[in-house]
């Protein structure tokens, strides 16, 4: 068996709630004839399926968003083979020869040493 939901709204003429609620009640057991209009509506109650297809439609759209920005972001980076070719970079210091290369090592050990005399007096 399925359940349904009947709403009855009577309408009529009174002095206040009381009296209202009086008349309804007088209709209803069929005391009364005149003088009330009654309308009545029925319908089936859902038995979770409207939750349901919401559930289903909202699981769709949410993998719909994340399959679209997967297709949008799987395309791959054009220059990554050539990236030697791209890339900005000065020359470092320890790849020129000769003079020059002494001199940077030379420096480089008396900073060291300049380093470690500082923090053995301390």
Request: hydrophobic share 35%.
């Amino acid at each position: 068996m399925r359940k349904f939901k009947t709403v009855i709204e009577i309408v009529c003429e009174a002095e206040d709630h009381d009296e209202a609620m009086d008349v309804a009640g007088e209709y209803l057991r069929g005391a009364l004839s005149s003088g009330v209009s009654m309308q009545c509506q029925t319908k089936p109650l859902s038995g979770g399926s409207k939750l349901m297809l919401t559930g289903f439609m909202a699981i769709g759209l949410v993998g719909a968003g994340f399959l679209s920005t997967s297709f949008i972001h799987s395309q791959p980076y054009q220059g990554q083979n050539s990236i030697g070719s791209n890339a900005c970079q000065v020359p470092l210091k320890t790849t020129v020869t000769g003079l020059a290369e002494d001199r940077f090592k030379n420096s480089w050990q008396g900073k060291g040493l300049r380093s470690a005399l500082n923090h053995i007096k301390r």
